[in-house]
T-cell receptor
Framework: EAGVAQSPRYKIIEKRQSVAFWCNPISGHATLYWYQQILGQGPKLLIQ????????DSQLPKDRFSAERLKGVDSTLKIQPAKLEDSAVYLC??????????FGPGTRLTVT | AQSVTQLDSHVSVSEGTPVLLRCNYS??????LFWYVQHPNKGLQLLLKYTSAATLVKGINGFEAEFKKSETSFHLTKPSAHMSDAAEYFC????????????FGGGTRLMVKP
């Protein structure tokens, strides 16, 4: 069974630029999560989807971050414009029962 | 509200000696508890989980953890460390009061000396 796929693995941008991350969950997993992991900290949930609907986006900085999962499968997370403090690893996870989550390898973003 | 405290940010052991990574949690409901491992530049991998069955949980790679409700603890142990165990370990709590949302501890970096 293929795991959660994410791309790109690494991205370097300048502040005020925009960036997008892509996630392909495990086949059949209805729930998809985006986390932000700042260096030296545990992951923090940004947004949770159930199929193509948003379940929880209370921690998503909506002035600059957006996410979508239009067909209930793949998802894209966008930052526009990026700030220095957005430098982090962005992790995507999926779940079939909303109890056990399976994580992708992450995208490491560096904002200069 | 749920929360997790990992009591040590860094733990260093010698290869072949026991490993103990400490975790305390707070939860208003009967929690599910997890330990995840993260190797450098890799995603999070589930080591083991407790979901209200046996209080001693065995996971992959020889790790195990014991749920102690009276102490609100879920410490991770391994009898003998290997060099390949060097990684970041996260204790995680989830309960239905938070919609099964995962709350991560701050992580413990395990270093294994030859």
């Amino acid at each position: 069974e293929a795991g959660v796929a994410q791309s790109p693995r690494y991205k370097i941008i300048e502040k005020r630029q925009s960036v997008a991350f892509w996630c392909n969950p495990i086949s059949g997993h209805a729930t998809l999560y985006w986390y932000q992991q700042i260096l030296g900290q545990g992951p923090k949930l940004l947004i949770q989807f159930q199929n193509n609907g948003v379940v929880d986006d209370s921690q998503l900085p909506k002035d600059r971050f957006s996410a979508e999962r239009l067909k209930g499968v793949d998802s894209t997370l966008k930052i526009q414009p990026a700030k220095l403090e957005d430098s982090a690893v962005y992790l995507c996870a999926s779940s079939f029962n909303r109890r056990e989550q399976y994580f992708g390898p992450g995208t490491r973003l560096t904002v200069t | 509200a749920q929360s997790v405290t990992q009591l040590d940010s860094h733990v260093s052991v010698s290869e072949g000696t026991p490993v103990l990574l400490r975790c305390n949690y707070s939860s208003s409901y009967s929690p599910s508890l997890f330990w995840y491992v993260q190797h450098p530049n890799k995603g999070l991998q589930l080591l083991l989980k407790y979901t209200s069955a046996a209080t001693l949980v065995k996971g992959i790679n020889g790790f195990e953890a014991e749920f102690k409700k009276s102490e609100t603890s879920f410490h991770l142990t391994k009898p003998s460390a290997h060099m390949s165990d060097a990684a970041e370990y996260f204790c995680v709590v989830s309960d239905r009061g938070a919609g099964n949302m995962l709350t991560f501890g701050g992580g413990t970096r395990l270093m294994v000396k030859p």
